[in-house]
């Protein structure tokens, strides 16, 4: 049997190249033994050069996608470190009823917390008539899906499988927002609107009477007691449930990286 029929040092290292397989095919003649080793040979090197592209693409991909998370974030950072100049009074009182420290509460918001229906923000993207579009060029998003997302992020603080009910913090335009759920009530901010929706109606006299008066008149509420917030119209919807909408003018503060920027 010929010789070319013993693996060659090469192979066993795996560092076969087929076209010096192909030249090694080409001196084996009519040896049919060495010439099926080496075909063999050859479909295990181009196995093992598919599977070596692979992974380098696999590894290259887990480095874009590290990238490309760290780069949103450092955005979104920028953005809302630039934009958020004020907050709800009732993010400051739920601060302090709950014992947290806001700037420790905020620091950890990514760009991506958008997945909480429930805290008050925009409708999500499937929701969307006619979501933003990607760039054509790129398939990055675009600036304007960009600002929706960053105006969903937020902290939540409980969720809504909490006794108490949910309670978050949300990224609004300018202002950070807070949002409540109970099973009773839904209440929200919104560059200083304060929305209060009832499961239930309100006597008409006292609808009728409410604008101009403080809220805590018409509803009980720790955040709301004393706060001397006005109320600006009440209204009924198509299921029975009452919109109290009142307003809690908002108090300047920044974020605390933006703070730190400025020092």
């Known amino acids: 049997m ?9 192979a066993t ?35 093992g050069a598919s599977r070596l592209a692979m992974a380098r693409v696999d590894a290259a991909l887990g480095d874009l996608r590290y990238d490309v998370d760290d780069r949103l974030q450092r955005i979104f ?12 009074p009732l993010v400051l009182d739920a601060c302090e009823a709950e014992g947290l420290d806001l700037d420790e509460a905020v ?18 993207m499937r929701g969307l ?7 054509a060029t790129s398939g990055m998003p675009t600036r304007i899906e960009l600002l929706s997302r960053f105006r969903r992020c937020g902290v939540v603080v409980r969720g809504r499988d909490d006794p108490l009910g949910a309670l978050g913090f949300r990224i609004g335009a300018a202002c950070l927002e807070i949002s409540m759920l109970t099973s009773g009530a ?46 600006l119209s009440v209204s009924e919807d198509h299921r029975g449930r009452t919109l109290i909408v009142a307003w809690a003018a908002p108090v300047p503060w920044s974020m605390p990286w933006a703070r730190e920027a400025s020092v």
């Open 2 to 10: 010929s010789d070319h029929a013993s693996p060659p040092a090469a």
């Open 13 to 47: 290292a795996g560092t076969v190249d087929p076209h010096v397989i192909a030249r090694r095919l080409a001196h084996a003649g009519s040896d049919s033994v060495a010439r099926r080793y080496l075909r063999g040979e050859a479909r295990e090197a181009e196995t």
């Open 77 to 88: 950072r920028d953005h809302v470190g630039a934009t958020v100049r004020t907050v709800s």
């Open 107 to 124: 620091e950890g918001v990514r760009y991506d917390d958008y997945r909480y229906a429930w805290s008050g923000g925009p409708a999500s």
């Open 129 to 135: 008539a006619s979501p933003p579009a990607r760039s």
């Open 186 to 231: 839904r209440m929200v901010s919104s560059n200083g609107g304060l929305y209060l929706t009832l499961d239930g109606p309100v006597p008409e006299t006292l609808r009728m009477a409410a604008p101009g008066r403080c809220i805590d008149d018409l509803v009980e509420h720790a955040l709301l007691s004393g706060r001397g917030y006005r109320v």
